[in-house]
């Protein structure tokens, strides 16, 4: 299906008012998924034209993905990931897993972004980082296109690793996301412990219902703020 290749529009335009010089695309995966980490892309890619046939991870083959991640990681400017456990999940939820994860994306960066472009329309990241947030950017906006790229192309190839140990679960295929193969896997065997153990999922496995952990609420959640 033909779509339009990403711009720097919205980069061009936070350049222009606020006089941020160095803007960072970022954006997340494995939010949906029953295990493993999320893992957060920042990418730095400036005003240079992309490789061609950039665009949302999702809507690239998975072959020609990890071509692309390989020519980004050289291209880009400057990259880093950030990744928030299932412990970490579990112990403070998504939304500050997300922020956790960027956090350490950012911060492993060379070069303290001056501005972010956040995937979607929720801002999970929050001060002091000066952010826009974008619907659909990693359609959009060359540097989160670039970010998405990367993130998809490593967590894949971590799940995979992560699966070398628990074949049934066919991590290399579905990256941690609810397959049929990987919810037979479960209410035979059990979650990894590479599993969520917050999740609802188990709700519906009366034999390994008894795993399920309950997240406190904290006012202070460690190692955020």
């Known amino acids: 299906m033909p779509y339009e290749p990403p711009t720097h529009r919205v980069e061009r335009s936070l350049r222009a008012t606020t006089g941020a010089k160095v803007v960072a695309g970022v954006d997340e995966v494995g939010r949906g998924a ?7 892309c920042a990418a730095i890619t400036g ?3 992309p490789p061609e046939g950039l665009t ?6 998975p072959g020609r993905r990890a071509e692309l991640a390989e020519r980004l990681a050289d291209w880009a400017t400057a990259h880093a990931l950030g990744h928030a456990s299932p412990r ?3 112990e403070l939820g998504m939304t500050a897993a997300l922020r956790l994860a960027a956090v350490r994306a950012l911060e492993a960066l060379p070069v ?5 472009i956040l995937d979607g329309k929720h801002d999970y990241l929050g001060g002091p980082w000066r952010v826009r947030t974008v619907i659909k950017g990693d359609q959009s906006c060359v540097a989160v296109a670039a970010a998405s790229v990367i993130a998809k192309v490593h967590r894949d190839a971590l799940m995979a ?6 074949a049934d679960f066919r991590f290399d295929r579905n990256a941690g996301y609810p397959s049929p ?5 479960l209410a035979e065997l059990g979650p990894t412990p590479h599993h969520r153990l917050s999740w609802s999922y188990l709700d519906a496995l009366p034999r390994w219902r008894h795993l399920k952990r309950t997240r406190v ?4 959640q460690i190692g955020l703020f």
């Open 34 to 40: 029953w295990a493993g980490p999320v893992t957060v």
């Open 47 to 49: 005003l240079r034209r």
């Open 56 to 61: 949302d991870s999702k809507l690239i083959n």
């Open 88 to 90: 970490e999940i579990d």
């Open 112 to 116: 303290r972004p001056d501005a972010v």
């Open 161 to 166: 690793r992560l699966g070398d140990e628990h």
């Open 181 to 185: 193969e990987h919810r037979a896997a």
């Open 217 to 220: 609420e904290r006012t202070e």
